[in-house]
């Protein structure tokens, strides 16, 4: 059993930065894969990023690619994004999810992969 709990959002102006963090509990953390993904008001979830367990393979969503960085650090149980150069669209909440990984080269982008969630955390980019 993993618990996941998202910090670090907030409100940021366009072209700013601001940087996500996921706190997860359990012994096993480093044999998880992770993912982050957001749900606009209106909207349905939508997947950003995710991130092996080793941390040696990552994939985001192409509106994210090059502006966003998933990371991990499994001594911490912590995975981040980092999100650069921020849009008003990036307005979201956005939730941190969890999954018992197979191989640790496996990640995973839909939201059906994944057996564990946070509640999330408010990101609001003003323009």
């Known amino acids: 059993q993993v618990q996941v709990v998202e910090s670090g959002g907030g409100l940021v102006q366009a072209g700013g930065s601001l940087r996500l963090s996921c706190a997860a509990s359990g012994r096993t953390f480093r044999s998880y894969a992770m993912g982050w993904f957001r749900q606009a008001p209106g909207k349905e979830r939508e997947f950003v990023a995710a991130?092996?367990?080793?941390?040696?393979?990552?994939y985001y969503a192409d509106s994210v690619k090059g502006r966003f960085t998933i990371s991990r650090d499994n001594a911490k149980n912590t995975v981040y994004l980092q999100m650069n150069s921020v849009k008003p669209e990036d307005t979201a909440v956005y939730f941190c999810?969890?999954?018992?990984?197979?191989?640790?080269?496996?990640?995973?982008?839909?939201?059906?992969?994944?057996?564990?969630w946070g509640q999330g955390t408010q990101v609001t980019v003003s323009s």
């Open positions: 999810a969890a999954r018992e990984a197979y191989y640790g080269s496996s990640y995973y982008i839909r939201l059906s992969d994944y057996n564990y």
């Open positions: 991130i092996s367990w080793t941390g040696g393979r990552t």
